[in-house]
């Protein structure tokens, strides 16, 4: 088992001819992730690839190829508009990768997707979701994975995940999902959401929780674990040392008011009986040591 | 991006925000004239020299001062401009003050606080009134976070009416002010919305003696992910308020912050860069930047990163610390290798390469002739660069 992705995910991606696109589509289909459609207006009828139908917008694609997985490539002017037309195509996940998205638009593309219950928006400003060894829908690099694995990782950061992933691997431990809920302010799936399907999901046996300054999700997350979840979790947050007022790179990652900082983080997940690895190098061995107690 | 209080108080006329009638000055002849002119359209003698700079507490600093009459305001004004404005925002160095704003008196019967904001919890904009105007708000928060009242705007709607009753009543207003109050939020909301602003906040909101609200001051951040559709945005930005490498950075594309510290740091990935600084401290050294490459740089884009890095007189060492997913590690190399033959290498560099194309990369750098330091991982790297900064000072 897995979360979110699996072999069976059928995956279109919009944006797919945008130099971006075609060359992480044409990735992820060499993973063996079944890219089934492409969407750019005015180009539907062409092909990606010449295997890949292209249609003109969401809907028909969903229509002829049965698409339940949307991968964004959209530039960040038209990324939100390209969310709202997978959430009325009726797609179940819907995975942005674009980065530079104005926080106004999530705003309201926050409040359509908080008035349905079908779609799912992982994302944006995020590296994607991968099931490794079945379906990848991202820009994570495929071959640092291992399949078939115990521990779930989640995380605010793209190469950090990379980073607890490469370290796994290098240990002998795979991964059964790694999901990338992105760096920024307004977001689709959160922590909690994503913990509660790794404590769902028979296969995970662990997780990784990667966070960062800025906001309160870790707190949530955290609150969460202390409260229902039943697995071991390492976690370490980015941004200890980041002075207040500055933003780190992500639009999410910055201390305001005094809020959102490194230690109110690392106190709440400590609290929640999270294992927290001392640097970010240690994200992996720390997990390993927990998996050989248990 | 930050904004001054005349270009934020130019912005709220055109949403219709009520202020005091002002003009903006850069030398003493024209703080004079516009303190003339001022006075010529109020009757009234009173005026208000106000330094612009990016930064609150410009009062308590000495950076505002009320006086009476033209011949007054051009002394006050000789005072301000050019002087180092120290506030609790500025930091010890403070600011240059190179712009005025004139702006006509009022008589204030009440100072209140308005802000609004985005709340990350509930992925609204919240507005925040409170009726201890002109105070630090944070401080205000922590001791007596009940008199700070909240609405949340639902996107779908738009700030409703009785929202804007609710906080006027909460806040002690009466008669013509509760509705012009009601207006006043309105229209800051469209302003927040419509001009992709991070941070809107009246400090202080007053209401006058003949009972009419009215914002007393204008801060204004905005949303830089939006910048592609403010054309405007690019006259508003005042580069002397900015910090001069970090301005190159952004022309280049490069998310890069300044710090006190003397271990340039080079990393593709926030969250991966942070981790990077936190590191470096956790074995005892001191980062000097934070420096995010990004996923998809160019050989170019690396090579401007690193001569920033170089360039800095305070690095004593530099960590390139990459996990290539999309970026490359022969494009890192490539950089690297074009920047210190351009500039030299005076300090020591540690590098630490992963993900795609790894191999390549190192044969780069080990075929560069540079005298690069490898590092195996982040832990090992921080720890190599951290050492070889003690010695060489040592």
Known sequence: ?294 | MNIHEYQGKQIFQKYGVPTLAGIPAFTVDEAEAAAAKLIADSGSEVVVVKAQIHAGGRGKGGGVKVVKGAAAAREAAAKILGMQLVTHQTGPEGKKVQRLFVEAGAAIAKEYYLALVLDRDTRRVAVMASTEGGMDIEEVAAHSPEKILREWIDPAVGFAGYQGRKLAFGLGLTGGAVGEFTKLASALYDLYMKEDCTLLEVNPLVLTKDNHVLALDAKINFDENAEFRHKNWADLRDLSEEEPTETVAKEANLSYVQLDGNIGCLVNGAGLAMSTMDIIKHYGGEPANFLDVGGGATKEAVTKAFTIILTSSEVKGIFVNIFGGIMKCDTIAAGVIAATKELGLKVPLVVRLEGTNVELGRKMLDESGLAITSATTMADGAQKIVALVQQSKG
């Open chain 1, 1 to 294: 088992m897995s979360i979110l992705v699996d072999k069976n995910t059928r995956v279109l991606f919009q944006g797919i001819t945008g130099s971006a696109g075609s060359f992480h589509a044409k990735q992820c289909m060499a993973y063996g992730t079944q890219v089934v459609a492409g969407v750019t207006p005015g180009k539907g009828g062409e092909k990606f690839e010449s295997s890949v139908p292209i249609f003109d917008t969401v809907a028909s694609a969903v229509r002829d190829t049965g698409a339940n997985a949307s991968c964004i490539f959209v530039p960040p002017p038209f990324a939100a508009d390209s969310i709202l037309e997978a959430i009325d195509a009726g797609v179940e996940l819907i995975i942005a990768i674009t980065e530079g998205i104005p926080v106004t638009d999530m705003i309201k593309v926050r409040r359509v997707l908080d008035s349905q219950t079908r779609s799912r928006l992982v994302g944006p400003n995020c590296p994607g979701v991968i099931t490794p060894g079945e379906c990848k829908i991202g820009i994570m690099p495929g071959h640092i994975h291992t399949p078939g694995g115990p521990i779930g990782v989640v995380s605010r950061s793209g190469t950090l995940t990379y980073e607890a992933v490469g370290q796994l691997t290098a240990l002998g431990i795979g991964q059964s999902s790694c999901v990338g809920i992105g760096g920024d302010p307004v977001n689709g799936t959160d922590f909690v959401d994503v913990l509660k399907m790794f404590n769902a999901d028979g296969k995970t046996e662990g997780v990784i929780m990667i966070g960062e300054i800025g906001g309160g999700a870790e707190e949530a997350g955290a609150a969460y674990i202390k409260e229902h979840f039943k697995k071991p979790v390492v976690g370490f947050i980015a941004g200890t040392t980041a002075p207040p007022g500055k933003r780190m790179g992500h639009a999410g990652a910055i201390i305001s008011g005094g809020k959102g900082t490194a230690s109110a983080k690392i106190a709440a997940m400590k609290d929640a009986g999270i294992h927290m690895a001392a640097t970010p190098s240690e994200m992996g061995s720390t997990m390993a040591a927990l998996l050989k107690k248990s």
